[in-house]
């Protein structure tokens, strides 16, 4: 079963003889479950596929779907509300909240639906991402590694049915960015989470199921890798 469907997607800033395409058409599904990492070059047009896929930009044409609801049909509001329950996105720079704990960043996502937190299911992720001892300190009381690991939390907590990474490792050494690798596969098969990945790293993306290739705004090149 396809959990994303990308559709003719383009996208196009400015307008005549300004006008530049990041997106020039692109089409592919995901299946529930598996791990895709998109490649290519700076400019490439990969970043703003991702933010396409994730309702944080809207397309010049085309459109996305994700668990079977068409995201653009959305007003803004619709869209917010359906992003934060139903897609985890995780950013090279950690995107947390400085005056919240590692616990509360975490927590974010049900705080803003102001819904009461899942003790059992918090304890888990924390766990999980190697945050239990650290759950009352603030972001700057943490390493990189572990502030990417509070954002994977964070990601996690909603039971998404997808999870964009863009360049989860590009902000860190190569210790921590082995953690933040095996984290993200951890959600993908211990949770089942259907996971996109945006990487110039060659080696987390030969770890993935799928290895899709971006260039010039276009799909170049769709495979699977053999494990």
């Given at each position: 079963m396809a959990i994303l469907q990308v559709q003719d997607l383009a996208k196009t800033y400015g307008r005549a003889d300004t006008a530049v395409t990041a997106l020039g058409g692109v089409s592919f599904s995901v299946e529930k479950g598996e791990f895709v990492a998109i490649v290519g070059?700076?400019?490439?047009?990969?970043?703003?596929?991702?933010?396409l896929i994730g309702g944080v930009d809207r397309p010049t044409a085309g459109g996305v779907v994700i668990d079977g609801k068409p995201i653009f049909d959305m007003n803004e509001s619709e869209l917010a509300i359906f992003r934060r329950r139903n897609i985890g996105i995780v950013y090279q720079f950690y995107n947390l909240i400085p005056t919240l704990t590692a616990e509360e960043n975490i927590m974010l996502p049900h705080l803003l639906d102001n819904r009461r937190p899942d003790e059992g299911k918090l304890n888990d992720i924390l766990e999980a991402t190697g945050l239990t001892s650290r759950r009352a300190h603030l972001p700057h009381e943490l390493s990189g590694g572990q502030q990417q690991r509070a954002s994977i939390g964070r990601a996690l907590i909603n039971d998404p049915a997808l999870i964009l990474a863009d360049e989860p490792t590009g902000n860190l050494d190569s210790k921590a960015s082995r953690e933040i690798v095996d984290l993200l596969k951890l959600s993908n098969k211990k949770y089942g989470r259907t996971l996109l990945v945006i990487t110039h790293d060659e080696g987390i993306a030969l770890q993935a199921d799928?290895?899709?290739?971006?260039?010039?705004?276009?799909?170049?090149?769709?495979?699977?890798?053999?494990q």
């Open positions: 070059a700076s400019g490439s047009g990969k970043s703003t596929l991702m933010h799928r290895i899709i290739t971006i260039m010039d705004g276009l799909i170049v090149r769709d495979e699977g890798v053999r």
